[in-house]
């Protein structure tokens, strides 16, 4: 008899606690998809701040190889205007015709003005 009165206390204290822990489950889902929701946020902006950071860090590097080939294109640049500007100095020009044209200035009688 003893055995029989624990079991159905034993079994009055489930039934107690199933009917009791059905509430608090209801209560732990509610309060799970608000938590769960603002944890996936969070992981969300995380993610997206470090894709913003790998995205300035790639564009700083894009800008740093840009820059360098500007300054190199510049600087060739300048070579090549003083370049330009040697071979086509009058100077020059006029030593090269003498050499290699054996060009001379023209004389009084062979210069003919056009109307």
């Known amino acids: 008899m003893a055995t029989a009165l624990s079991r ?9 606690r199933r009917r009791l822990d ?3 489950s209801r209560r732990r889902r509610r309060f799970s998809f ?3 929701f603002l944890a996936l ?7 997206l701040h470090v894709w913003v950071r790998l995205q300035v860090v790639h564009f700083g ?3 740093s190889t840009t820059s360098k080939l500007q300054n190199q294109l510049e600087q060739e640049n300048r070579e090549l ?3 330009l500007a040697t ?13 290699r044209l054996r060009l001379t200035e023209p004389e009084k009688g ?3 003005i056009l109307p």
């Not at 071979?87 to 050499?99: F, G, H, V």
């Open 8 to 16: 159905k206390m034993w079994g009055l204290g489930l039934t107690k």
């Open 22 to 24: 059905r509430p608090r």
């Open 34 to 36: 608000p938590a769960l």
């Open 41 to 47: 946020c969070l992981v969300g902006l995380a993610l």
């Open 61 to 63: 590097y894009v800008l």
């Open 81 to 83: 205007r003083l370049e």
């Open 87 to 99: 071979l086509t100095s009058r100077d020059r020009l006029e030593a090269m015709a003498r050499a």
């Open 110 to 112: 062979q210069v003919v």
